[in-house]
């Protein structure tokens, strides 16, 4: 009897260890671009953390972070300042933590009923450890190119399918995710116009007509 409860026990462990296993698991994020992350985002902040509440709702409970803001990016036609920051307490389920009172973090997430809500797919990073070139990207750059679309590629041969497309190939690199390109380029529309041919004999310049003008999207590095 003592043998069988024993075994009860180790069945009942292990069933619970696969069981926190898939939990833990149970949190994956398709690789973003900061582009991406910014253009599909509704509100993009600088802002100190400098408190945080547990509250007893889902299945977990729910992280309620106070911050202090030091900058709107993108945002305010959906709120003109942010006070409370709110994601999934369990990191298993894509809450995100953050450290209280020690960096200024760009944060970006989602509202819904009047609520600032960002997990672990968002794109959430200390602000000292962004490159400058993303640093120029969040305050001007990257909202230039949100009609353009970031197409990853994640292994070779890869195409482009339209003009405001352009590959992104970090993921080819042995240097993994984030790469250069995350890191020191946006995306953005960039006009092109072939060089004006001079007049053939016997057409004056009236006659002559203008080279079409075309739009195509293009990583550039600033």
Avoid at 29 to 47: E, G, K, M, T
Avoid at 72 to 99: P, R, W
Avoid at 195 to 213: D, H, I, N, W, Y
């Amino acid at each position: 009897m003592q043998s069988l409860c024993h075994q009860l026990l180790s069945l009942l462990f292990v069933f619970s260890s696969l069981q926190l296993h898939q939990l833990t698991e149970a949190c994956s994020c398709a690789l973003s671009h900061p582009q991406d992350a910014y253009c599909n985002s509704d509100i993009v902040i600088r802002a100190k953390v400098v408190g945080k509440k547990l509250l007893k709702d889902g299945p977990f409970g729910t992280m309620r972070y106070t911050v202090k803001q030091m900058k709107m990016y993108k945002g305010f036609n959906k709120m003109q300042h942010v006070q409370h920051i709110y994601t999934d307490a369990s990191e298993s389920l894509c809450g995100v933590k953050f450290d209280i009172n020690k960096y200024q973090y760009l944060i970006t997430g989602r509202v819904f009923d009047g609520k600032v809500y960002t997990g672990l797919c968002n794109f959430n990073q200390p602000w000292e450890r962004l490159s400058l070139a993303q640093k120029k990207g969040i305050n001007h750059r990257y909202q230039l190119g949100c009609n353009c679309r970031i197409k990853p590629c994640h292994y070779l041969p890869c195409f482009v399918t339209s003009k405001n497309e352009c590959l992104w190939t970090d993921m080819l690199s042995h240097f993994g995710y984030p790469g250069y390109q995350s890191r020191h380029y946006a995306l953005t529309r960039h006009i092109v116009t072939r060089t004006r041919a001079m007049p053939t004999r016997g057409m004056t310049p009236e006659k002559q007509s203008l080279p079409p003008v075309t739009q195509r999207s293009a990583f550039s590095r600033f």
